[in-house]
């Protein structure tokens, strides 16, 4: 049994209108419980919950306090390859696009590394684009073996891999897997992704399980919003980390919520999220689990950045770079996975946190825990 045989059992159209059939009164009631269901989490993130906002934060905002206190972890994504044998609408490294393709080899990486050890990070996120001929777990193991003594957390963003795999890049030092399914639509999903491993909605889907099994310490899930009804996408998301916590229960979780941003190419968002939604959004899930890592990165603004460390996200990237070798190097704008909105630097991201009266931490584990 995977997440799979779970999602089947529910029709997008029956669980959309669900949502948007919330009433006040459910709003209360979830807004009233200590431990939310689904359905709860339905009328959270219904159009009846609008008006409770400042209500949701408050209750966020004392739940994250209580299980996080005033610190933001801090990481960086390090891009490694751009080449891609998918072509997913809405990215810049769509293998359709004419840009100007780069791998790192271990030296470059290092060079990278470098920068990023100078600036205080303590935990990485490698990052690729998904063409396994080129970039396979022998090209990552061989990259986190590199890095792994220079960090405390090395985390991967890369292709769904095989549970072999993932054990092998386990021992090798990875502890945090990151796989965002973009949307749990099965019916519109190949109008996104129509070529390569990633058209394969259900290999995709049960990449979680299979991290699960290898024994990834943490596993980051989460929808791309703005490509379906972002609200449909947060519920089956719910649902997904209910799932992974009952099935897969000494594992960490994360959520991430990326929002649609510029990139090479035309695409736009069908069902684009307000800033207000987006916050209304982050509170749900705090109150639907207030045990999960909620992770914001450099696609927002740093005005909705700063609002949101204080009503549950608990994990920022800064002074992030989306092409390969842009740290290190020059930055070359035409590399860019999508375009950066918080721009700010490493030093004046940990000034804005500390006048919020949070912490900045540069790692949040060692190697003996
Ligand atoms: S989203 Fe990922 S898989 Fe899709 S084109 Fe971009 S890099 Fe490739």
Redesign the pocket.
Known sequence: MTFYDELIKHDWDTEENSIFNKTDRDVRIALSKERCTPEDFKALISPAAEPFLREMAKKAEELTLRRYGRTIQMYIPLYVSNH?S???VY?G??CHNKIHRVKLEVDQVMEEIEVLKRWGFRHLLLVS??APRLTDADYYEKIVKAVRPHFAQISLEVQPLLTEEYARLVDAGISYVCVYQETYNERTYPDFHPRGQ?ANFRFRLETPDRCGTAGVNKIGIGALLGLQNWRTDSFFTALHLRYMERTHWRTKYSISLPRLRPHVGSFMPKDPISDRQMAQLICAYRIFDPEVDISLSTRESAEFRDMAMRIGVTTMSAASSTEPGGYASAPHKELE?FVINDGRSVEEMAVAIRAKGYEPVWKDWDEWM
Do not use: D, I, R, V
């Open positions: 891609c998918n072509s997913c990215c490294f769509n684009g998904e990633k996975q």
